[in-house]
C-alpha cells in the first residue's frame, strides 16, 4: 500500500472570550473519512499568531487550569510591546511560544492513538479573534 497524504481545513468560532477547545473528535471525523483503518500521523495546526494545541485532559479541570495558568504567566496587561488590539492583547502573542501551534498524532488502525484522557484541544485567548482556522493532515 501506498503512502497517502490527506489534508483539510475546518472553520472554527472560539467566541469573544479565552478558551479550551475540545477538537478531538474533528480529528476523530476526519480520520474515518481518510485514513481508510491505515497506520500513520495526524498533525493538527492552527495558523494563526495567537492560539495553540495542546493534548491534555478535559472535562475534569484540567483545561480550565490551563487557562488560569497562561493568566497568571500571560496578564492582559499594559506591559506587552505588542500593543495593537484590546489592552493586554500582546499576550496573545506569546501564547504559542507556549502552546505550541500544533501537534503531531499517532494514527494505529485509522484511529487517533491518544491515551484514556487525553483531547485535542485549541487554546485559544484572543478575544479580538473568533473566528479560526484548523488543518488537519494525515500522512500514513
Known amino acids: 500500500m501506498s503512502d497517502t497524504?490527506?489534508?483539510?481545513?475546518?472553520?472554527?468560532?472560539?467566541?469573544?472570550?479565552?478558551?479550551?477547545?475540545?477538537?478531538?473528535?474533528?480529528?476523530?471525523?476526519?480520520?474515518?473519512?481518510?485514513?481508510?483503518?491505515?497506520?500513520?500521523l495526524l498533525n493538527v495546526f492552527v495558523p494563526h499568531a495567537t492560539a495553540g494545541i495542546a493534548v491534555i485532559e478535559t472535562g475534569s479541570g484540567s483545561d480550565d487550569d490551563l487557562l488560569a495558568i497562561l493568566r497568571e504567566l500571560l496578564p492582559a496587561d499594559d506591559r506587552w510591546r505588542h500593543r495593537h488590539g484590546s489592552p493586554g492583547h500582546g499576550r496573545d502573542h506569546v501564547l504559542p511560544g507556549l502552546v505550541a501551534p500544533h501537534a503531531t498524532l499517532p494514527v494505529v488502525g485509522g484511529q487517533l492513538a491518544?491515551?484514556?484522557?487525553?483531547?485535542?484541544?485549541?487554546?485559544?485567548t484572543n478575544g479580538d479573534n473568533p473566528e479560526r482556522t484548523l488543518r488537519l493532515s494525515f500522512f500514513g
Open 114 to 124: 491518544l491515551g484514556t484522557w487525553q483531547s485535542v484541544v485549541l487554546i485559544d
Open 5 to 40: 497524504f490527506r489534508t483539510t481545513t475546518l472553520d472554527v468560532t472560539t467566541g469573544p472570550r479565552e478558551t479550551a477547545l475540545d477538537i478531538t473528535d474533528r480529528c476523530h471525523a476526519f480520520l474515518r473519512d481518510v485514513a481508510g483503518g491505515r497506520d500513520g
